[in-house]
Each structure stands twice: as structure tokens, then as C-alpha cells.
């Protein structure tokens, strides 16, 4: 069902208000699941609300946290969020990254305590607007293997880097440091379809194509997928971020990340607090003039999009280019919303005394 | 043949002050590829070598560089190099991040003018020493297609990061974002075998197991090997690392980046100068006590080896340990040296009027 992307955001902003967050980190959280379902990572829009209110309900997430720096230098800083939303943590850390880039020419803000935090480009493209690059990683659900096991032991864990452009638009990446975001996987699932090999293993750390192998007892692989194809690097990717996320921070790494999902608990022997982020910032300037970085960015861009296609009508991409064709056609269509997604948001709807009404929305 | 690496060192250093570098520099470069030998990281020690002398020969190498601070922040700086050997400029570069690291939490020094710097995990290691992490990029001659293209407009670009740990050895990652260095590809040229798909296209962009891809007109592909196993993000990773070298210090850039080899002329129209690096140093007390990190990295690494192995008999590998076991192995037993490059350096020995004795180093 295709749902007004607008009235999805309204109506996730209530849910967050409902939870109790203030009105104005409800609004930031629901712009960061909005932006999610319009740039087409599904899985961390809407469809993961129910999912963040069922986490505050066994009080594994605080909707009035008292956010504190518990450690500091001009250029770094270590964040408490107190179990906040990931989804507020994350903007706030990103501000401080960007306020010491301000002061000190980058700025470095590790969070622990925290929760999901939704796309991680949402955050390092905060960075853009004051002309700066912007960074942003984080740890999560151990659903991984690093090369050789069948341990999981690493999240999907994305890494995000947005860098501002004068006339062409921005070059955001987006990435989880596996072969496939685990949404991929859940869309195969839906359509009954096997999955390439590369992308799972089985309990025994076998490849398979089995689209349902992480629920039985298998995992995801590296970006690389096998040990030829340089599945080492993706593991290297995976854990730089999981030790810069949480190792720098004092949150919990590697087995020891709390799931996402409530159904699950977390590890009772945690060695740090909650799961962490990693928020990067450098002011252009800080480096060179900043027309001058941009007009060079322009021609970087305009260059490797005239790169020579291997298939007559292909076009190389730029690093945000899908997501930024996407977000015009659902601003201008809407979202398309899963039956169960929808059936979901109705539940929250009346578990908050809320209206949620998808048909007149459609 | 196995050569002592002592000696190999003593005649690199030799070699490098006979172009005319200061004792102290060229004995630092000699390390770095020394380090490379070690590490195993065959194609960037002695072999490269006389390709450096080749560049200085054409003047595109300067022994008796001016380097200088071109832009500067509290955090952040710009380095020109004045066409450095890039194996001198690094580690100037790294120092100058140290610096200051030790000032306000973190440094970031983007390098232009320079030239090839060996193994980026050499800079990046240097962190270690005090409590830092170090990170390393650069950008180099452009073989690597972007995912749908045929043009090739990216290097290898590696990425390294050094990560101190408390009783057990740092973790290290030092991996160009391409499936395979180029340096696998001509091990399997001179064995006579062929690639697994994924490593490289043909000229027509196409896959193949041709280990002389590249030589015919072919391109070396970004990790992930194709889109359906993340190419796309190989490209992406590729990508940031050229602009951080490049589009932030004012190198040159994608296409742009001139080639190592002295036969190949540079691009007529630079958009920048040299080949650009980018590194960067965080103090580990910038976050939180080193103590009590490095605890929880000898924790984090201790875990992941103890991960549960797919094949009975295989071990998790920690960032850094297949170049560490090398290290000791070369180190008490020699570095095996190919018959071609043996005769490169005695011809470097003669043409410098040195003495290089392979077989009484053996």
C-alpha cells in the first residue's frame, strides 16, 4: 500500500510523543525514519516503529534521557545518552562532532548507552548544510561472522560519509560492511526467493542460497563474501566500526551488542553500556577554501558520471544518487507500506489512542 | 632467492642517498619498504625500488624536497610535499597528525605533491608508539573501474588503521578497497594461473579469469567483485579515500592521479598536484582512560580469536596477525626476493656504483 510519506512522519512524530518524548525530539526521530522510507531503506523506516515502542516498553530505551559528555578534548567527546532513542542520540552527538569542526577544524563524538539509530546517513548528512564532511557509524545486533566462523559475532554495521558538492548534489555513502544489508535478505524472504551465494551461511558456516538461513542459526557475511573475494576486508570494516562505536565509547561490542528486537534479551554480562555510535566532522575550510573544494567535487562528480558505461544506456552512479531518485519519486507518490507494516502501525494507533488511517492516506 | 633483510634494508638506504636524500630520510624509507618485505607485502618493498629511481630520474621525484604546512588548523592541516618520495612525506604527514592528537584530542593531514608512500599500514602504525590510533589512505594510479563501467578512474586506494591493544598486539588493517591488491594478480602471472572471477574485467568490462586483464586493457574491480555481491560499495569505499587524498589536500584526482611507472607520462591537464595522501591520529585518552581501553581491546581481541572456527583446525584472525607471523618469520629467515627484482638492484648497485651481494646475504 502506497501511504503520503507526510502523513507517515506526522503520525510517527505522535507515537514518539506518545512514548513521552518531548515534541521536538519526537519530530527529529520521526524526520529520521521518514528519510529512511524515502530513500528506500525500508527497514529502517515505519516498519521498524513498532519495534522502538517495544523496547521503551520493557524500558530498554528512555524517552526523557538525560543526555550528558562524560568525557572530552577540543576536537572529541564521549556521549551518555542514557538509553535515548538512537534516533535523537545521534543528532545530538553529530551537532557536538560539528561544533568542535567549528572551533577546532573536526570534531569526534563517540556514543554510548544508546539505542538504534535508524539510516546512519542521516546523520553525516547533517554535515553538508555548514559545509562540512560528515561521518557516522554504528554498532549492532551480532548477526555477522567474522572470515572462518560461524560465531556471529559483528552487527551490519553501517558506515556513512557525506561530502558536500557545490552544483551537483552531495556525495553521501551509505553502507553496511556486509555484502547485503539484512532488508535485502527480508525481501527475498517475502518473494519466496533464494538468495546469491556470498550473502549467507548456514549454522555450519557453510554457503548457502537459502534466503532464511540467519533464523536457522546461520549468518551474514562480510562485505567480500568469501575468503577470495576478500571477505577478511569486509570483517576489518565491520570491526573497525564496532571498536570505534564502542570500544572508544564504553558501550557494549561485538556478542555483547543488546538486539534490537525486545523478544530477545540482552547479554547478562554486558562489558559496556547499551550499543554505540561514532560521529565524525571536518569543516572544509579547515583544509581548503571551501568554493574551491566544491568546484573540484563538482568535477569529480561530473567526471565519474561520464565514466564509460559497460552496457550502452547504464550510467556509473554517484554515492547517493539511487536514494536522492527515490526520495523525489516518494515525496511526489508516497511510500509503498508492507500489509503487516501497515497492520502494525494500526495497532500502535490504538495502543495510543492515536488515528492512523492508511486508505484515506494512500 | 632469500635475502637477509638487514642487508636489503642497508642497500635500499644506500640507494636512496645516492639519489640524494638526507641520511636520516632515506634511512626512514629504506624502513617502510623494508616493513612491506616483512609484512609480505612483496610487490611494495625492494621490487618498487628502482621504479622510485626511475621517477627521479624524470624529475618527477624530488630527494631534496621542501615541504611545507600550506593550511593549518588547531585539528587539521594541508602538507605539500614538493613531490617527495611519499615513503618521507608519510611519516612527516603522521607526525604532524601526532602532534596534534597530543594538542587537542585528534590531528588530520591531507598531503598533495607527493608520491607513492609503500604500505599504508607503515604510517598508520606509527600511532601505536603512543597511545594513538592511527589511520592512513592514498590515493595512486588509476586501474580500478567504477561498478557499470569500463573506464578506469580509481587506484587501488588503500585503507589502513592501527589500533593499540594492552597484552596483545595491535590490531592492524592495511587492505586496498579493491577485491585483490594488484600484487595478487601478478603472482598468478608468473605461476601461470588464472583468477577467480570477480578479481578483474576485460577491456569490454566484461568478467574474466584472465590474470592479464589489466595488462590488456582490462580494469581491476572495486570489493565486492560485482553488484550483486556490493561492487558498488568497494567503489564507494575507493572513492572516499581518492577525495580525502585528493579533492581535500589539492592532488590529483580519479583519472587524474599520475602513474607510478616512470614509461607512463602523466595526465597534460592536472587538476592538482602530485598524488594526494590523507592521515590521521586519534589520542585513545581523548575518550576515555588507555588503560581501560586497551583492556577492553585485549578483550575484544581475545573474544574474536576464540570465535568458532568453520573447519576444526582453522582460527579466527585478528587485523595484523598473517603480517605479524610473516614479520617473524622473514625476520629470522630472510625475505624471499624474486630472480628479476635480484637483478634490478645489482643493476641499481652498479648504476650507483654500490655493492650488492645477493648470494653472500642469502
Redesign the interface.
Given at each position: 500500500m502506497i501511504i503520503d510519506s507526510t502523513y507517515l512522519k506526522a503520525f510517527t512524530q505522535q507515537v514518539f510523543e506518545k512514548m513521552g518524548c518531548p515534541a521536538e525530539e519526537a519530530l527529529l526521530a520521526a524526520d529520521c525514519l521518514n528519510q529512511a522510507d524515502l530513500r528506500g531503506v525500508d527497514s529502517h523506516g515505519v516498519a521498524r516503529l513498532s519495534g522502538y515502542v517495544r523496547l521503551w516498553e520493557k524500558k530498554r530505551l528512555n524517552a526523557r534521557p538525560n543526555m550528558r559528555v562524560v568525557?572530552e578534548?577540543?576536537?572529541?567527546a564521549?556521549l551518555d545518552a542514557d538509553l535515548a532513542l538512537g534516533l535523537v542520540a545521534g543528532p545530538k552527538a553529530m551537532r557536538l562532532a560539528m561544533d568542535k569542526a567549528r572551533?577546532?577544524?573536526?570534531g569526534?563524538v563517540?556514543v554510548k548507552n544508546s539505542n538504534h539509530y535508524g539510516i546512519a546517513g542521516f546523520h553525516a548528512m547533517m554535515a553538508l548544510e555548514e559545509d562540512m564532511i560528515g561521518l557516522s557509524m554504528t554498532n549492532a545486533s551480532p548477526l555477522v561472522?567474522?572470515?572462518?566462523?560461524?560465531?556471529r559475532?559483528l552487527g551490519t554495521n553501517p558506515i556513512a560519509?557525506a561530502?558536500p558538492a557545490k552544483d551537483e548534489p552531495p556525495?553521501v555513502?551509505d553502507?553496511a560492511?556486509?555484502?547485503?544489508a539484512n532488508g535485502k535478505l527480508e525481501v527475498l524472504q517475502r518473494k519466496g526467493e533464494d538468495a546469491?551465494l556470498?550473502?549467507a551461511?548456514d549454522k555450519?558456516?557453510?554457503p548457502t542460497t537459502d534466503a532464511f538461513a540467519l533464523k536457522k542459526g546461520g549468518a551474514m557475511l562480510p562485505?567480500?563474501?568469501d575468503r577470495?573475494?576478500?571477505s577478511?576486508?569486509?570483517?576489518?570494516?565491520g570491526?573497525?566500526v564496532?571498536?570505534f562505536s564502542s570500544?572508544?565509547?564504553?558501550a557494549n561490542?561485538?556478542?555483547w551488542v543488546p538486539p534490537f528486537v525486545a523478544f530477545l534479551e540482552p547479554p547478562t554480562d554486558p562489558?559496556?553500556d547499551g550499543i554505540g555510535h561514532f560521529f565524525g566532522a571536518?569543516?572544509?575550510d579547515?583544509?581548503?577554501p571551501a568554493n574551491?573544494?566544491k568546484e573540484?567535487?563538482d568535477?569529480?562528480i561530473r567526471?565519474?558520471r561520464q565514466?564509460?558505461?559497460?552496457?550502452a544506456g547504464?550510467?556509473?552512479?554517484i554515492?547517493g544518487d539511487p536514494e536522492r531518485m527515490l526520495t523525489r519519486e516518494r515525496l511526489a507518490n508516497g511510500v509503498p507500506v508492507q500489509q503487516a507494516v501497515v497492520e502494525d502501525l494500526e495497532n500502535l494507533a490504538s495502543k495510543f489512542e492515536l488515528t492512523f488511517n492508511a486508505k484515506q492516506n494512500a
Open positions: 568525557h578534548t577540543p576536537s572529541t564521549v572551533q577546532v577544524g573536526s569526534w563517540a561472522s567474522p572470515t572462518f566462523s560461524k560465531s559475532f560519509v561530502i556525495f555513502m553502507m560492511t556486509t555484502t547485503v546469491p556470498g550473502w551461511q555450519d558456516g557453510q562485505l567480500g563474501g577470495e573475494h576478500g577478511h576486508k569486509g570483517y576489518c570494516l570491526a573497525m564496532d571498536i570500544v572508544l565509547s564504553g561490542y561485538g556478542p562489558v559496556g571536518f569543516r572544509i579547515a583544509f581548503r574551491e573544494f573540484h567535487m568535477n569529480w567526471t565519474f565514466a564509460e558505461p559497460v552496457n547504464d550510467q556509473v552512479l554515492p
